[in-house]
């Protein structure tokens, strides 16, 4: 997140929002804002809904797994990233960049 | 006094083998224990396979979702058609490096 932070002025000239989302409740979610002073926004999916339907919620561990997903202005997928590799903006932006 | 002398060589030999046999036992339990973590390793990553793979792909219809955000104001993935792309970035905050 800390990463998308630095990026996040890439991000807006390609006209991406970016959204970070995890399954952590919305206090834990507030005081990690803060702490990496992000200013794009932080939601809890603390119902595990979200990561259900995208397919990336560990049942045995309770958690959503990492995962980066580029979604065009038409609301399609245009980019998937799961696990380490998630944590690099870079491919996500490349994704941006070309749309 | 030959038979001593046969005898001598005899049971050093005898002790040194049983030497090197007990050090060779002693360091095959030492390795095992260093072992251990990887073998902890070879499970984790056993494991990994079983994490699960998204199996959304390019060009599917993105899920919608509401969800709330740290101010408490609600967050639509459809509200940004025709307006902006979207990065969904999840994240796992327990094991967040950042």
Known sequence: MKAY?????????TNTQVLGISVDSFAANRRFKEDIGATFPLLSDFKRKTVRD??????EGGYGTRATFTVD???????VEQGKDAIDPTGAYQ????? | MKRFSTAV??????????LTCQRATR???????????????????AQQPSAPQTQLKVGDRAPD????????????LSDFRGKKNVVLAFYVLA???G
Do not use: M
């Open chain 1, 5 to 13: 932070q630095a990026d996040i002025a890439k991000f807006e000239q």
């Open chain 1, 54 to 59: 995208y397919g990336i919620y560990d049942e």
């Open chain 1, 73 to 79: 202005k038409e609301g399609v997928i245009r980019h």
């Open chain 1, 95 to 99: 994704s941006c960049r070309a749309l």
């Open chain 2, 9 to 18: 060589p005899l049971l050093l030999g005898l002790s040194l083998c049983a």
């Open chain 2, 27 to 45: 360091s095959g339990g030492d390795s095992a224990g260093a072992n251990t973590p990887a073998g902890a390793q070879t499970n984790s990553a």
């Open chain 2, 65 to 76: 979702f509401e969800l709330t955000d740290t101010e408490g104001q609600k967050v639509k």
């Open chain 2, 95 to 97: 094991f967040t490096g």
